[in-house]
């Protein structure tokens, strides 16, 4: 076991032994209530866009037929993979729709399934994840230990070739094994979901088959679910959780990064960067977590937080070197709307 593995994992312990359920700024009933609002017609904007966007996509390179233009593809179809994963995440914090039923379902169907994923297998391991946060008892935390793969800071040789590990395909076994270990298992779903589960699957291979749509299905899904969108994972697991050096309290241990246009577009979808936030609150939808951030870091708990500008920044702080991070500055960069301003 690596000794670097080992001094994180005790210092991280020790962190959360001080601050154990505590959250350092704290919002009033009124202002929590007001971002948890959860909002119907966006979250069924928001899904129905990113489908959209996949067909389309789909639609205009089959049409132009261009290698370029099919590699651009893959990663603006990956991002839209993981955007359904973040879209399926608010839905495993019952955000997404206020019938609960209605929530799960839809999660399920139209968010989760299509990615191989079973939302209620998730929710277990997520709940345990944001409760015991950076612990031996957190099972995201659990399932990277001993792995010298998430130890930090790294070589930027020993980065480099993870990364591309991932985005040639390489990675899809890691991936698969994830899913295998904490979010496909059916242990505790009711008959009901495990039919539904395998019928949705069925009828979806019978329908390519029968439409002969089974090579756009490998060229337009599996391609970039296992390049494209493996990569962003790494990259976001990284950015949430690893490489940061200070650990006087267990949210020093996390993240909120700032990300450029493009950043948004191919990597960093809803809001997904502002992580610190939905730690702190996870009950804020995330077209809301702009919102919850300006008004946190106009409190002094905030102050100290772990602050990045951009995934290329947290890349550096990976492999050990100053990544533009705003911890502790007077002054903050905060995105609003796509729009920065500073806040004194």
Not at 299 to 318: D, N
Request: with cysteine; charged share 15%.
């Amino acid at each position: 076991m690596s000794v670097e593995f080992v001094n994180q994992r005790q210092a991280r312990s020790r962190a959360f032994d001080a601050v154990a359920g505590n959250v350092p700024v704290r919002l009033t009933k009124e202002e929590l209530g007001q971002l948890s609002r959860i909002n119907t017609f966006l979250s069924c904007l928001h899904i129905c866009a990113e489908w959209s966007l996949i067909l389309g996509t789909i639609y205009l390179c089959q049409r132009l037929r261009n290698p370029l233009i099919y590699l651009l593809a893959v990663a603006f179809l990956g991002a839209r993979q993981h955007a359904l994963l973040v879209l399926m995440h608010d839905g495993v914090h019952y955000r997404l729709f206020r019938n609960r039923r209605l929530n799960d379902w839809a999660t399920e169907a139209l968010l989760a399934w299509p990615c191989l994923i079973s939302a209620r297998a998730y929710r277990r391991n997520h709940f345990r994840h944001h409760r015991y946060l950076n612990t031996d008892q957190d099972p995201d935390w659990a399932r990277k230990h001993g792995d010298p793969a998430w130890v930090f800071p790294k070589r930027p040789s020993r980065l480099a070739s993870l990364l591309l590990r991932d985005v040639s395909g390489l990675g899809a076994i890691f991936f698969l094994r994830a899913l295998r270990t904490v979010t496909s298992a059916d242990t505790g779903a009711s008959r009901a979901i495990i039919i539904s589960r395998y019928g949705f699957y069925l009828v979806i291979a019978l329908v390519l088959f029968w439409t002969g749509a089974l090579e756009l299905f490998l060229q337009y899904w599996l391609v970039p679910m296992f390049t494209w969108l493996i990569l962003i994972l790494r990259m976001r697991s990284i950015a949430e959780h690893s490489a940061i050096q200070s650990s006087h309290n267990v949210y020093a241990q996390t993240r909120t990064t700032y990300v450029t246009l493009m950043e948004r577009i191919f990597v960093a979808s809803k809001n997904v960067n502002y992580h610190i936030e939905h730690h702190f609150y996870p009950s804020v939808p995330f077209y809301r977590l702009p919102e919850l951030h300006a008004l946190l870091v106009s409190k002094p708990g905030f102050y100290g937080a772990h602050l990045t500008y951009t995934y290329w920044g947290v890349l550096r702080e990976a492999v050990g070197s100053p990544g533009n991070t705003l911890s502790g500055s007077p002054r903050i960069a905060v995105e609003i709307a796509g729009n920065a301003r500073p806040i004194e």
